[in-house]
């Protein structure tokens, strides 16, 4: 009954390499986010989507691409990947394009890159 | 454990002592706080809410207190439990936006 779940929970890959992290939730929520997690414990928001509508860009390189299928999904791709982009990536979902609601979080996903 | 190595600010407390963690916010227009506690390998996790109409709200063993004339925010634990051990974040929504900002953190630990 996991409420927001993401694949993989662990990702290690080489320096340059195209990779995919998927998101899930049976909330009914209609928004959903991708944070970065770095390792000082430190959250920022990446991207947000409402109705499957890009509504947050926070100033991220171009080589991550966020899709949503439906409101239900958002993943995020991440290409030529850096020694920088090592860090957890976190997916979240909420009501309302405001963030004036609870955001749910998932685990998160540990990307490390070699 | 995963807060090693880690500069947040930390709070030790004994068990069954109650423990306040403060956060300072930014900005003056924000009207909705929230915290979250996140425990090593896990997400962040749902805690309480506060807008900013209210400066107190209460939920089972947690209370935050909102001060909008000093820009502080803080989250008092009744009676600590060593499962409250984490770190805990606050964060604020500026301007009726689109975003949560988060805080840096803080550590508690609570010793048995």
């Known amino acids: 009954d996991t409420a927001v779940s993401q694949t993989p929970k662990y990702l290690v890959t080489q320096m340059g390499n195209d990779k995919s992290i998927k998101c899930e939730q049976n909330?009914?929520?209609?928004?959903m986010y991708w944070y970065k997690q770095d390792s000082k414990k430190f959250l920022k928001i990446m991207f947000s989507y409402n109705n499957k509508e890009l509504i947050i860009n926070e100033t991220v390189p171009n080589r991550f691409s966020p899709k949503s299928p439906d409101k239900a999904h958002l993943n995020l791709h991440i290409n030529s990947l850096e020694l920088g982009d090592s860090a957890v990536y976190f997916c979240?979902?909420?009501?309302?394009?405001?963030?004036?609601?609870?955001?749910?979080f998932g685990d998160g996903t540990r990307l490390s890159i070699l | 454990g995963e807060s090693v190595g880690l500069h947040l600010p930390t709070l030790s407390v004994q068990e069954g002592d109650n423990s306040i963690i403060n956060c300072a916010y930014s900005n003056s227009a924000s009207d909705y706080f929230i915290w979250y506690k996140q425990e090593s390998g896990k997400g962040p996790q749902f805690i309480i809410d506060?807008?900013?109409?209210?400066d107190k709200r209460q939920g089972q063993r947690v209370t935050v207190l909102l001060n909008k004339t000093v820009k502080h925010l803080s989250l008092q634990i009744a009676a600590t439990q060593p499962g409250d051990s984490a770190v805990y974040f606050c964060?604020?929504?500026?301007?009726?936006?689109?975003?949560?900002?988060f805080g840096a953190g803080t550590i508690l630990r609570v010793k048995s």
């Open positions: 506060i807008r900013s109409n209210m």
């Open positions: 979240a979902s909420s009501q309302g394009g405001r963030a004036s609601q609870p955001q749910h």
């Open positions: 909330l009914g929520h209609d928004t």
């Open positions: 964060a604020e929504n500026p301007l009726n936006g689109n975003k949560l900002v």
